[in-house]
């Protein structure tokens, strides 16, 4: 949880035209049929997490993860001839970005799920963009709060709060659990304000510096699961087939799907599939893994979304520009 991106996903867009001399390729599928099968992916995002932690711990489904994703961007690189980013004080920012971007929501949100159904973990996902816009008013003295700000923090406050059922002890969910997933949706929106302010036009592609960034994060957790976790033994053909396409699916080929969209359709247009990706988190726990659903849940679910979809269209928090074409680069959030 594409931030995905997820969020994932909020991601800011080139919207340059493309020169005269420059071959318009018209993709094979149509727009909303991407579209859907990126919504689905992120959102089962949340399943295959729940999954792969049957088998893996937490740290190793992450990096598990991080490494099919990153293999994908990097076979990309290849066909497409482009390189990785370069200089030092580049590759410095996307160390902190594969961070907040990626290895810790992501990590969080596998710890997360050990405690808490993946339904839940899909809606706190969902809450990123909140978070976004109270970073934004709080801390970036640029962005000042307006009345219409505080007010939507407020309802989505109160959403959340609905989501958990906190009148009557929060609906029986796993505390420490549900604080790791809103944490991990946090974590996006402090990774975003970072970039936006580090990473701006380094003339490198989207694609270069995305698949520089999942190449750090992969190293990150590389260095930090065999202290902290214990090492997988075997591999079960279920829980290795969900980890595989949490990260090929839903980390390498839902970035790619993601930045066609934003080019054929425009940011706006793409970043509304976040608001699908916690309703089919929620059917498919539901469906396939006999999660149980109250009332409450999908109720203040709808609260956040309609907030989020608001404010968002406000504050425009989920923009994360940098370098690349149109001198704008959206670095991959994904999923959960």
Same mark, same amino acid.
């Given at each position: 949880?594409?931030?995905?991106?997820?969020?994932?996903?909020?991601?800011?867009?080139?919207?340059?035209?493309?020169?005269?001399?420059?071959?318009?390729?018209?993709?094979?599928?149509?727009?909303?049929?991407?579209?859907?099968?990126?919504?689905?992916?992120?959102?089962?995002?949340?399943?295959?997490?729940?999954?792969?932690?049957?088998?893996?711990?937490?740290?190793?489904?992450?990096?598990?993860?991080?490494?099919?994703?990153?293999?994908?961007?990097?076979?990309?690189?290849?066909?497409?001839?482009?390189?990785?980013?370069?200089?030092?004080?580049?590759?410095?920012?996307?160390?902190?970005?594969?961070?907040?971007?990626?290895?810790?929501?992501?990590?969080?949100?596998?710890?997360?799920?050990?405690?808490?159904?993946? =339904?839940?973990?899909?809606?706190?996902?969902?809450?990123?963009?909140?978070?976004?816009?109270?970073?934004?008013?709080?801390?970036?003295?640029?962005?000042?709060?307006?009345?219409?700000?505080?007010?939507?923090?407020?309802?989505?406050?109160?959403?959340?709060?609905?989501?958990?059922?906190?009148?009557?002890?929060?609906?029986?969910?796993?505390?420490?659990?549900?604080?790791?997933?809103?944490?991990?949706?946090?974590?996006?929106?402090?990774?975003?304000?970072?970039?936006?302010?580090?990473?701006?036009? =380094?003339?490198?592609?989207?694609?270069?510096?995305?698949?520089?960034?999942?190449?750090?994060?992969?190293?990150?957790?590389?260095?930090?699961?065999?202290?902290?976790?214990?090492?997988?033994?075997?591999?079960?053909?279920?829980?290795?087939?969900?980890?595989?396409?949490?990260?090929?699916?839903?980390?390498?080929?839902?970035?790619?799907?993601?930045?066609?969209?934003?080019?054929?359709?425009?940011? =706006?247009?793409?970043?509304?599939?976040?608001?699908?990706?916690?309703?089919?988190?929620?059917?498919?726990?539901?469906?396939?893994?006999?999660?149980?659903?109250?009332?409450?849940?999908?109720?203040?679910?709808?609260?956040?979304?309609?907030?989020?979809?608001?404010?968002?269209?406000?504050?425009?928090?989920?923009?994360?520009?940098?370098?690349?074409?149109?001198?704008?680069?959206?670095?991959?959030?994904?999923?959960?």
């Amino acid at each position: 949880m594409t931030s995905a991106a997820a969020s994932a996903p909020p991601a800011a867009a080139s919207t340059a035209e493309p020169s005269p001399s420059e071959p318009v390729r018209r993709p094979l599928l149509d727009w909303r049929v991407r579209f859907g099968a990126l919504s689905l992916v992120w959102g089962f995002s949340f399943l295959f997490i729940k999954v792969g932690n049957e088998a893996f711990a937490p740290l190793y489904v992450t990096l598990g993860r991080m490494l099919f994703g990153t293999a994908v961007l990097l076979v990309t690189l290849v066909v497409k001839r482009e390189r990785l980013p370069r200089g030092a004080r580049v590759w410095g920012h996307l160390a902190v970005a594969a961070f907040f971007l990626n290895a810790l929501p992501f990590s969080l949100f596998a710890y997360a799920e050990l405690t808490i159904p993946s =339904t839940l973990a899909g809606i706190c996902n969902a809450a990123s963009p909140l978070w976004g816009m109270l970073l934004a008013v709080v801390v970036v003295s640029d962005d000042r709060p307006t009345r219409q700000r505080v007010a939507g923090l407020g309802l989505g406050f109160i959403g959340v709060l609905i989501v958990l059922g906190a009148w009557q002890g929060f609906s029986g969910q796993d505390p420490l659990g549900t604080a790791l997933a809103l944490i991990a949706s946090a974590s996006y929106a402090v990774g975003w304000q970072y970039v936006r302010r580090t990473l701006s036009d =380094t003339g490198h592609s989207h694609l270069s510096m995305s698949g520089g960034q999942l190449l750090l994060g992969t190293v990150q957790l590389a260095l930090v699961a065999p202290v902290f976790a214990t090492t997988p033994t075997s591999f079960p053909v279920l829980p290795l087939l969900s980890v595989l396409a949490l990260g090929a699916l839903g980390t390498g080929v839902a970035f790619l799907v993601q930045y066609g969209l934003v080019d054929e359709v425009g940011p =706006t247009t793409a970043m509304m599939v976040t608001y699908f990706v916690p309703v089919i988190a929620t059917t498919a726990g539901v469906a396939i893994l006999g999660e149980h659903l109250t009332w409450n849940t999908p109720v203040g679910a709808v609260i956040v979304l309609i907030d989020a979809a608001l404010t968002q269209r406000r504050s425009g928090a989920s923009r994360a520009p940098s370098g690349g074409r149109g001198r704008t680069i959206r670095v991959h959030r994904t999923g959960s």
